[in-house]
């Protein structure tokens, strides 16, 4: 079974500055998506970015990026010139290709880590 | 479309109880999830439809619970006698049929079991 670690319940950056959330992963299929949500206060997770596990080039979003290593089994997402919009709980999941299985883009969750952003 | 909807927001029961939540996808997607959140955790995967057939169950999906997706469209999560356990947020989602498309959810209900 696919299991997604975030190791930092929680985090802090101030206002403006850049901070790196952590996750690894474990899984024995090599054709695979890795995501990060957003889960702001009393609203519906949305998404921040996704990688293809194919793809060696990281995933960029503007102010979101990626760090992708395969073999390490690792996913980080780098938020750059942190807002106070970005506070929110931020959950890494994996997603199995669909071709393989029979639950669709099932995810599987992280605990999350809660990112406070200070002024 | 404004998104994928659900209601109640909140429902407190007491225990023993049935509840039943509904959940209504985004119109185009033929694909729809139901997860379970608890206070500090991570989203968990408990059941799948494509279209209306329920492709997936999660084994945290005891007897108790039974889902339907009827015609397609809307989704009902019922939950029979109910225990202080399944107090959580419950979580629907969907997404279009195509490989690796975004999921998007909705703001969930949160049930409370007295």
């Known amino acids: 079974a696919q299991t997604v670690t975030q190791s930092q319940p929680e985090m802090s950056v101030q206002e403006a500055e850049t901070v790196t959330l952590s996750c690894t992963y474990d899984?024995?299929?090599?054709?695979?998506?890795l995501f990060w949500y957003k889960q702001p206060p009393s609203r519906q997770m949305i998404l921040v970015i996704r990688?293809?596990?194919?793809?060696?080039q990281n995933a960029t979003e503007n102010r979101f990026s990626v760090n992708f290593q395969k073999a390490a089994k690792s996913f980080s997402l780098k938020i750059s010139d942190s807002q106070l919009g970005d506070a929110a709980m931020y959950f890494c999941a994996y997603s199995q290709s669909s071709m393989n299985n029979n639950a669709g883009n099932m995810l599987t969750f992280g605990g999350g880590t809660r990112l406070m952003v200070k002024p | 479309d404004t998104g994928v909807s659900q209601n109640p927001r909140h429902k407190i029961t007491k225990r023993g109880q049935n509840v039943t939540f509904r959940c209504d996808p985004i119109s185009e997607h033929n694909r729809l999830y139901w997860y379970r959140q608890t206070l500090g955790q991570g989203p968990e995967f408990l059941t799948y439809f494509q279209n209306e057939a329920q492709l997936e169950k999660s084994r945290l999906l005891s007897d108790r619970f039974s889902a339907e997706r009827p015609k397609g469209s809307f989704s009902t999560l019922e939950i029979q006698r109910t225990e202080q356990g399944d107090s959580a947020m419950y979580l629907c989602?969907?997404?279009?049929?195509?490989?690796?498309?975004?999921?998007?959810f909705g703001q969930g209900t949160r049930l409370t079991v007295v």
């Open positions: 990688q293809e596990a194919y793809k060696q």
């Open positions: 989602a969907s997404s279009a049929g195509a490989e690796n498309t975004e999921a998007f």
């Open positions: 899984t024995s299929e090599s054709d695979y998506y």
